[in-house]
């Protein structure tokens, strides 16, 4: 036997962990089925990413290679609590028995099914897993994305005619920047695909532009920016609509000829004064002014707010107002505004992702409204815990730790714990999957090919790049597509209420081809360019800037853009009534790190070591008031818990504001993530409040009223 090593090769990758699906130069060695990642770059040659990467990119290869990430299909017992590996029929059988016989004695809805974050990042899961889901004909499905971005979509859907025409800031060629809540320098943009931002903010800086962060943290993005104003959580709309209010009273408006209920929404906006707005914000009325008629000169500005703004009690309130300061000022559409993208799989025009639909029914026990299809996750344990017709008796978590990632989680958990059967696909036994009864793990990020559908379609530029798979798949091994394929198609034949034999006919052939094949169909449909293509060209191919495209490119019945929206003209009301309450002392927001992706990286060491990020940042003048010391553990403490944690005192929070970090405490993994257990911190959303709900159904995790006592 040879004692020679095989040559390093270079191959390139995709990180597709968060939205900045950064294109990367991989160094690979080892021997056939034993290769390993040694080497990871930025790829300069990638016409999106241009080269950047960020820590999580670095560690690709130690996520493939964690030693606790789940290669086999493992069963639980549930009377010793102890788990084992059992082959993929076994596996997939045992599944498919138990949420067949769900459905088959208590009806469709005793299935709930949670979406987790990675799902969006996955090829799979767009082509087939979204098949799965709906072919189990469920109302109890939920995902995280009313924990993020509904307010997003739902805001979308009224204005523009589809939930995922989400206008872009032009942020290569504006020439003014404004950002609400929101942190791309730790992100990599969200709702904004923009890989290498700090490069970007400063080529804005180079050219004479403005960035301006309004914040009630001085975040990595605030440090850079050329201003930065505190405001209180939650009530950045009063800003918003003081903005709104500003150019109507200073006649700065300019909307675009296709845009109607400019009138209405001048008069709803009448008492959004400046003052008003400094009164409930803490922000200068002379600075909102001022603020404005910047944004209104500019050559070329753009609003933008993202994960601040929606996860409080006005998230759809603030979308909607961000949007309608943008279209006023005549800066949507325009060249260094917003505009929307032209992505070679379009999304919209394809009708590949369907429009958006809000309140075709409600939730059984609260009756809290649906958006696309899904409920709002905050619902998720009551409609476990409370008996009646309809009731979850059964779960299917796909990619996703709600216990550590949604409102009030050490209830979902015991909720969790008390369903007849419970089955997961996922990589990591986790604080949600350690309730499972069977776990399937599907290949990782470099064992399958990718193609990013959604966010080639919020990008900051037209690209296009087709990924294969690094390594090939494991033989012992399943894709997450042939999972839910598997999964669909043996349930279907179990239930006793089948589907009719043609739709079942129709379902296995289109769960039948590969994600692959079905990309290579959807670029030749999209007539942009060709997976050939793409194979020939593996860093990506350009296809050029953003450009004005409206209004043929609206989905509206009339193309034309209503800004007079009754269900937000409507949500003032209570607004003005919230405005007009006594506010908490102290109150809770999150933050994240360029590290941390919410809450399934900790477990690889490259990127938890370091200073310790969980502290609970607390203003200098709090700490002295409370008692506290700097370094000291206190009590936090909300309606529905408490948590015991680390203080820092930092003047980068506003007084009267306390911050946990997203994503932390994984002390309850139960063994399953070893590097994680040790990293110290508390959940966040063992303090958030499921009842705090904003009208589109999204959760409020900002804002929550809390007390801090010294331990």
């Given at each position: ?560 853009i209503d800004l007079a929206q009754p269900l937000m003209l409507a949500d003032l009301d209570r607004l003005r009534e919230h405005v007009g309450e006594t506010p908490a002392p102290l109150v809770l927001i999150g933050r994240r790190h360029q590290r941390d992706n919410n809450s399934w990286m900790h477990n690889v060491p490259r990127l938890t070591k370091g200073r310790p990020r969980h502290q609970l940042f607390m203003h200098p003048k709090d700490v002295a008031e409370h008692g506290v010391i700097d370094g000291g553990r206190v009590r936090v403490t909300s309606r529905v818990g408490e948590v015991e944690v680390e203080v820092a005192a930092t003047e980068d929070v506003m007084p009267g504001v306390v911050c946990l970090p997203h994503g932390y405490g994984h002390q309850g993994a139960d063994g399953g993530m070893r590097n ?36």
């Amino acid at each position: 036997m040879s004692s020679e090593r095989a040559v390093p090769r270079t191959t390139l990758g995709v990180c597709n962990i968060c939205e900045a699906i950064c294109g990367l130069v991989l160094t690979i060695e080892g021997s056939p089925g034993a290769e390993r990642v040694t080497g990871v770059r930025g790829n300069p040659d990638d016409p999106l990413s241009r080269g950047h990467i960020c820590p999580k990119g670095v560690s690709i290869g130690d996520l493939h290679e964690d030693p606790d990430r789940l290669r086999r299909p493992v069963r639980r017992d549930r009377a010793t609590d102890q788990w084992s590996e059992i082959g993929w029929d076994e596996a997939l059988d045992l599944v498919a028995d138990n949420i067949a016989a769900s459905i088959n004695e208590h009806g469709k809805d005793s299935l709930g099914i949670y979406l987790g974050n990675p799902n969006a990042h996955s090829l799979g899961s767009a082509t087939h897993g979204i098949r799965l889901v709906k072919a189990f004909r469920t109302k109890n499905r939920f995902s995280a994305s009313s924990v993020d971005q509904i307010p997003h979509q739902l805001v979308a859907s009224l204005l523009f005619g589809h939930q995922l025409m989400i206008p872009i800031a032009d942020l290569d060629r504006t020439s003014y920047f404004l950002v609400f809540g929101a942190n791309p320098m730790a992100s990599n943009g969200s709702l904004m695909t923009v890989p290498d931002f700090p490069q970007r903010i400063r080529d804005l800086k180079a050219r004479g532009g403005k960035m301006v962060v309004v914040d009630p943290r001085r975040t990595e993005t605030a440090k850079v920016a050329d201003e930065h104003h505190f405001v209180r959580p939650g009530s950045d709309a009063t800003v918003l609509l003081a903005m709104l209010n500003v150019l109507f009273d200073e006649d700065l408006t300019s909307p675009a000829s296709y845009v109607d209920g400019v009138e209405v929404v001048r008069a709803a906006v009448a008492d959004f004064t400046p003052e008003y707005a400094e009164a409930a914000s803490g922000l200068d009325a002379e600075v909102i002014r001022r603020l404005t008629r910047e944004l209104a000169a500019a050559d070329g500005a753009a609003a933008y707010g993202r994960l601040g703004l929606s996860t409080q009690g006005f998230g759809s309130v603030c979308q909607w107002a961000i949007n309608c300061l943008n279209i006023l000022t005549g800066n949507l559409d325009r060249e260094g505004g917003a505009l929307f993208t032209e992505p070679a799989i379009d999304f919209v025009a394809t009708g590949l992702v369907g429009r958006g639909h809000f309140d075709k029914y409600r939730s059984r026990v609260r009756g809290a409204p649906e958006y696309g299809g899904e409920l709002p996750v905050s619902v998720f344990a009551e409609e476990i815990e409370t008996p009646g017709e309809g009731q979850i008796r059964s779960a299917l978590v796909i990619a996703g730790n709600p216990v550590l990632s949604t409102p009030d989680g050490k209830r979902l958990g015991k909720a969790l714990e008390s369903l007849d059967f419970l089955a997961a696909v996922d990589i990591y036994r986790n604080e949600t999957t350690r309730y499972a009864d069977v776990i399937l793990p599907p290949t990782t990020i470099l064992e399958r090919d990718h193609y990013d559908i959604v966010f080639h379609g919020l990008a900051v530029r037209n690209t296009a790049r087709f990924t294969p798979a690094v390594f090939d798949k494991p033989k012992d091994a399943r894709h997450d597509w042939e999972i839910f394929r598997e999964l669909t198609l043996r349930v279907t034949e179990r239930l006793e209420q089948k589907p009719p034999l043609k739709a079942r006919l129709l379902q296995r052939l289109a769960l039948t081809p590969s994600p692959t094949f079905l990309i290579g169909a959807l670029l030749r449909r999209g007539r942009r360019t060709t997976i050939t293509e793409l194979r020939k060209n593996p860093a990506g191919v350009d296809l050029g800037p953003l450009r004005p495209t409206l209004p043929g490119r609206l989905q509206t019945k009339d193309q034309r853009i209503d800004l007079a929206q009754p269900l937000m003209l409507a949500d003032l009301d209570r607004l003005r009534e919230h405005v007009g309450e006594t506010p908490a002392p102290l109150v809770l927001i999150g933050r994240r790190h360029q590290r941390d992706n919410n809450s399934w990286m900790h477990n690889v060491p490259r990127l938890t070591k370091g200073r310790p990020r969980h502290q609970l940042f607390m203003h200098p003048k709090d700490v002295a008031e409370h008692g506290v010391i700097d370094g000291g553990r206190v009590r936090v403490t909300s309606r529905v818990g408490e948590v015991e944690v680390e203080v820092a005192a930092t003047e980068d929070v506003m007084p009267g504001v306390v911050c946990l970090p997203h994503g932390y405490g994984h002390q309850g993994a139960d063994g399953g993530m070893r590097n994680a257990a040790r990293v110290p911190g508390v959940s966040i959303n063992d303090l958030t409040d499921p009842e705090r709900l904003d009208v589109s159904g999204n959760a409020a995790l900002n804002g929550v009223p809390v007390t801090v006592t010294p331990i």
